[in-house]
């Protein structure tokens, strides 16, 4: 399995931003993708993830209702719409996919990761 992000970048805090996940290579071992952050100093933390095959989507309460996990099947893209910005959604966001949810919500034993893209919101 292979993930690849992109789409980070500068941001007005209120503003909008749409991070992409190129994967690849899905198996049985990979039906969940997930997105989580790592903020300067701070422990990467779960944001949003959502299954391949079902389309099942989840999320950090800290971003409901401001952030959209979706999925292209046949682009093989998971997206991450992000709405409504605040400054402490500044941080490097990866990707990651895992067997099942569970992995992921309690970000444990995942075995693949992409590399970050970088995500600043200005105030």
């Known amino acids: 399995v292979q993930l690849q992000a992109s789409g980070g970048g500068l941001v007005q805090a209120g503003g909008s931003l749409r991070l992409s996940c190129a994967v690849s290579?899905?198996?049985?071992?990979?039906?969940?993708i997930g997105w989580f952050r790592q903020a300067p100093g701070k422990e990467r933390e779960y944001v949003s993830s959502?299954?391949?095959?079902?389309?099942?989507?989840y999320y950090t309460e800290s971003v409901k209702g401001r952030f959209t996990v979706s999925r292209d099947s046949a682009k093989n893209l998971v997206y991450l719409q992000m709405r409504s910005l605040k400054p402490e959604d500044t941080a490097l966001y990866y990707c990651?996919?895992?067997?099942?949810?569970?992995?992921?919500?309690?970000?444990?034993?995942?075995?693949?990761w992409g590399q970050g893209t970088l995500v600043t919101v200005s105030s």
């Open positions: 290579r899905l198996t049985t071992s990979s039906n969940a």
């Open positions: 990651a996919a895992a067997p099942d949810n569970s992995y992921l919500r309690d970000n444990r034993n995942i075995p693949y």
């Open positions: 959502i299954t391949w095959r079902e389309g099942r989507t």
